[in-house]
């Protein structure tokens, strides 16, 4: 299922795993058999639409998070059927950031300019989300932020910030 070059990280949950190549597709696995698995009932689909070059999805129970990394549009993929459920354009198009799942109902997603959108998902995760902050860093940022005991650490091009809550 690996075609071209390949940039995102391969994401698992359980017995799912899935794998993006370059541009080219998304394909979510059953890892639960043996041996080769290209030929077999384990590919429980591939889609070809808005997959990153570089940024690594999210895999949830129910959603596949991904983010083109060019234009920045942010799409929910139905886990079960592949089908795209969302499409959510961004101010943060150009960006290598992988987006982080917090708290279970928020996107956070950095674009290369420093500029941070926070989307709020949906209690109902059919309808679209929304951008509900957008954020300057104040610097370039090409790096997927790290949280750790309630902070949040982004890496820009000249400082490392720390976000804390009192």
């Avoid at 994401?11 to 799912?16: D, E, I, K, R, T």
């Avoid at 290209?38 to 690594?56: A, K, R, V």
């Avoid at 795209?84 to 992988?98: I, Q």
């Amino acid at each position: 299922v690996l075609y071209g070059d390949v940039g995102p990280s391969p994401v698992a949950l359980g017995n799912y795993v899935l794998t993006a190549t370059s541009y080219l597709q998304a394909t979510l696995i059953d890892a639960t058999g043996t041996g080769d698995l290209t030929d077999t009932d384990n590919i429980l689909w591939s889609t070809d639409w808005n997959i990153p070059e570089t940024i690594s999805p999210i895999l949830t129970e129910k959603f596949v998070y991904s983010m083109d990394d060019g234009a920045g549009y942010l799409s929910a993929f139905d886990i079960e059927t592949g089908e795209m459920v969302w499409e959510l354009g961004t101010d943060v198009g150009g960006t290598y950031c992988s987006p982080s799942l917090v708290g279970g109902d928020k996107l956070y997603l950095f674009g290369p300019d420093g500029e941070a959108n926070i989307v709020q998902l949906n209690e109902d995760p059919l309808v679209e989300p929304e951008v509900v902050a957008t954020n300057p860093l104040g610097e370039d940022c090409s790096t997927s932020p790290a949280f750790q005991d309630g902070c949040l650490y982004i890496r820009g091009v000249g400082h490392l910030f720390k976000i804390a809550t009192p």
